[in-house]
Each structure stands twice: as structure tokens, then as C-alpha cells.
């Protein structure tokens, strides 16, 4: 069984920075693309930001050049670096990722857990 276990979230002050980390745990699989969505309250969940097994970098308009993704392979490890976040990035952060069995070479969904994220004074 393969798990995406978040941390880093909290209480943020705009303007200033926070990095969410996400592992996936278990064995006998392989993580392609990873990323981080979010759902603020009354709204539908988002896509933030992703990147492939590549490097390959996928952002959302409203956080490019505010938040960076990044990932380490060896570790199945995604981070996001927020930077300059404001009270619009509160939110419920997800951690995603889409992964190949190497048991039954299927493809998995994951999603974490969720971390609340609160840009507020």
C-alpha cells in the first residue's frame, strides 16, 4: 500500500514564507508526476503546481513566481515553497501524485491527507 503523508502547513503571516513537504511511503512502486492542489472554503479544488519525474514544472497563474515546487526523487519527496503568500492562498493544500504499481501494473491516484495552510495577520 502506497501513502502520501504531508507536513509544513500552518498559520503564515502575508507576506512571508512556509514550505509543505509530502513523502509517499510503501513499496513496490514507481511515482511519476507529483504535485500540490488546494480548496479554499466554498470553492472547488485547484491545481497549484506539479512536477513530472523529469522536472518538468507545471504552475497555476496565480502563484507563479510566488511558490516553488520541487521534488526528490530518491526520496519520493515533494516540497512547495511559498514565498510572499497572501489571505487568497488560505486553503486546504493536497499532496497528489500518480504512481505505477510494480505488483499489479496498475495505475494509482494518491492523494494525501490534506494540511491546512492560513495566510493571516
Known amino acids: 500500500q502506497v501513502q502520501l503523508v504531508e507536513s509544513g502547513g500552518g498559520l503564515v503571516q502575508p507576506g512571508g514564507s512556509l514550505r509543505l513537504s509530502c513523502a509517499a511511503s510503501?513499496?513496490?512502486?514507481?511515482?511519476?508526476?507529483m504535485g500540490w492542489y488546494r480548496q479554499a472554503p466554498g470553492k472547488q479544488r485547484e491545481l497549484v503546481a506539479e512536477i513530472t519525474s523529469g522536472g518538468s514544472l507545471n504552475y497555476a497563474d496565480s502563484v507563479k513566481g510566488r511558490f516553488t515546487i520541487s521534488r526528490d526523487n530518491a526520496k519520493n519527496t515533494v516540497y512547495l515553497q511559498m514565498n510572499s503568500p497572501n489571505a487568497e492562498d488560505t486553503a486546504v493544500y493536497y499532496c497528489?501524485?500518480?504512481?505505477?504499481?510494480?505488483?499489479?501494473?496498475?495505475?494509482?491516484?494518491?492523494w494525501g491527507q490534506g494540511t491546512l495552510v492560513t495566510v493571516s495577520s
Open positions: 497528489h501524485a500518480d504512481a505505477l504499481s510494480l505488483l499489479s501494473y496498475s495505475h494509482l491516484e494518491l
Open positions: 510503501g513499496s513496490r512502486f514507481r511515482i511519476s508526476t
